[in-house]
């Protein structure tokens, strides 16, 4: 793990655990001595937790543009505040959700043009990509289920089983366009199980080649 630098993110459908175990992943690094910022999104600013309630509020309806733009105003906030300073001064960023979300949801749930979604990134985090992410795939009903465990019902929760599929499908589409950096992990096993794997691939990559 020498050499360890740049964005991993966690991505994967509701329930599926990435909170945990981008967490879990945080500990173990810090325990070795790196120097690590924990974000999510949308949020992770004072600006931009505010459009995150804005967005997850259950009653209200809105444009699929609107969202969009709402994520990448969240993002651009982020960015700007909080992930480049991280960068610069060589701290590892975890995020929870970054621009994969975006295209998952946005764009194969919602249905807006792929293109529309990589100019916003041109824009908005120009030559800013995950090193390395980690795609929690689960099943959809099997994560909506542990989410209504949790009582999280927001307005993406309350979208239909089709629509998480949808989102599902993305998700696994972009990991099969960039295995290189998107590593799927069965996540319907236990926490422990999970975090074991992901500190394996963790300590068997190595971050000198431009990783
Ligand atoms: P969370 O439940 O992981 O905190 O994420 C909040 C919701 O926002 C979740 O339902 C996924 C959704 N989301 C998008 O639709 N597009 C995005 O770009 C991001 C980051 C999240």
Redesign the pocket.
């Given at each position: 793990m020498q050499g360890l630098r740049g964005i991993i993110s966690f991505e994967g459908i509701?329930g599926s655990g990435k909170?945990t175990q981008a967490r879990l992943l945080a500990g173990y690094l810090r325990d070795r001595g790196y120097d690590v910022l924990e974000t999510?999104?949308?949020g992770g600013t004072r600006i931009g937790e505010k459009i995150r309630r804005l967005?997850?509020e259950p009653q209200n309806h809105m444009e699929p543009l609107a969202e969009l733009l709402l994520?990448y105003s969240s993002r651009a906030q982020l960015v700007k505040e909080v992930i480049e300073p991280a960068i610069r001064r060589g701290t590892v960023v975890i995020t929870?959700?970054f621009t994969d979300?975006?295209v998952a949801?946005?764009g194969y749930a919602r249905g807006i043009d792929l293109r529309i979604i990589n100019t916003l990134n041109e824009i908005v985090v120009p030559g800013i990509r995950p090193s390395l992410t980690f795609l929690l795939d689960i099943d959809v009903k099997e994560g909506l289920r542990r989410n209504r465990h949790a009582r999280k019902e927001?307005r993406?929760e309350l979208e239909a089983v089709e629509f998480h599929n949808r989102v599902r499908r993305g998700f696994l589409d972009i990991a099969g366009r960039e295995p290189e950096r998107v590593k799927v992990i069965d996540a319907s096993r236990t926490p422990a199980e999970v975090g074991l794997e992901i500190r394996k691939i963790m300590e068997g990559l190595s971050w000198r080649s431009g990783r």
């Open positions: 509701e909170t999510a999104e949308p967005l997850l994520y929870d959700r979300s975006t949801y946005q927001d993406f």
